[in-house]
């Protein structure tokens, strides 16, 4: 009678590993920035930026809003000092009641674990490099939209692409298989304070697509007052990461962001709407410009200048 037991073990043997939260989520933020990317590099053909709009549009909002938490987070678990912190806690108060603070108190993972000023660095100057690409994009498409030539769109093609566009945010994209073992670090797999193409660096985005671009200048950003919460988020978050319980419900209750979500989905609707009414290029490339790229890094934003 004791192949039960044994047939047991095989499925437990056998069973795949349970999906990270985090890694999982993240994924959905990097298919968005790989197509800010493209939005940088597309070679526009004039009179004609209906592939441009559909890289703009085709992303979930609460998809993207929960990759970007991730990202967070993930990029604070990459700073020794704050991973030395919280492990320092766990070690002086025991695991559980470390785990107990993390997930009652939202500020706990900004006050208590040494260290926390370093991950909060890391995640500002990642955020601003993220949100500085997205308005350089929206200038570029700008400066489409006055270097054009006016033309009048076919009101009937116009029709038929907004019913197009309605469609394309409900379209599940996969990550290709390559590219997750760079975005699904581990506690302390990367190094963005010394490597900026690592993940959680400010030219990571520019990695992972091949693409090379010039470094910004070295700042130490501010964080946004108003945005202190979604910071104080992503601690904890990265938190219950260092400390090996990265999969519970509190950890996918707190991926979700309803006021940033709907912002993505105002930002996205004004977008299909601006484009519905487009009478020509001109204004096709206004609106990328606008809801597609600036208005959405305004969305995204944590840091602000020193």
């Not at 695991?95 to 706990?108: F, I, K, M």
């Not at 945005?227 to 509190?250: C, H, V």
Request: charged share 20%; with cysteine.
């Amino acid at each position: 009678m004791r192949f039960i037991p044994l047939l047991a073990l095989a499925f437990l043997v056998a069973a795949p590993a349970r999906a990270e939260p985090l890694h999982d989520a993240v994924d959905a933020y990097a298919l968005y920035q790989n197509d800010i990317t493209a939005l940088i590099t597309l070679d526009v053909a004039a009179n004609d930026l209906d592939a441009a709009l559909a890289l703009a549009l085709r992303h979930d909002p609460d998809r993207v809003a929960q990759g970007w938490l991730a990202y967070g987070a993930l990029a604070a678990s990459q700073s020794p000092a704050f991973v030395a912190g919280v492990r320092s806690r766990i070690r002086a108060a025991g695991r559980a009641p470390v785990l107990r603070q993390l997930t009652r108190d939202a500020t706990y993972a900004r006050r208590r674990p040494p260290g926390a000023a370093e991950a909060i660095n890391i995640i500002l100057a990642s955020n601003a490099a993220d949100t500085t690409r997205m308005i350089a994009a929206g200038h570029r498409y700008s400066g489409f939209g006055e270097g054009m030539v006016e033309s009048a769109s076919d009101a009937v093609r116009r029709d038929t692409r907004s019913e197009q566009m309605r469609t394309l945010a409900g379209i599940a994209r996969p990550l290709a298989p390559d590219l997750a073992p760079r975005l699904h670090p581990g506690v302390l797999g990367a190094t963005p304070l010394t490597d900026p193409y690592a993940f959680g660096g400010v030219r990571f985005w520019d990695a992972l697509a091949r693409r090379t671009s010039a470094l910004p200048g070295a700042a130490q950003w501010r964080e946004q007052p108003s945005r202190a919460d979604r910071i104080n988020r992503m601690l904890t978050l990265a938190g219950l990461f260092i400390a090996e319980a990265g999969d519970t419900p509190r950890v996918r209750d707190m991926l979700r962001d309803g006021a940033l979500t709907e912002c993505l989905a105002m930002e996205q609707l004004e977008l299909r709407q601006c484009a519905s009414v487009s009478a020509s290029a001109n204004d096709d490339a206004h609106c990328i410009a606008r809801h597609g790229l600036t208005e959405p890094a305004a969305c995204f934003a944590l840091a602000q200048a020193p």
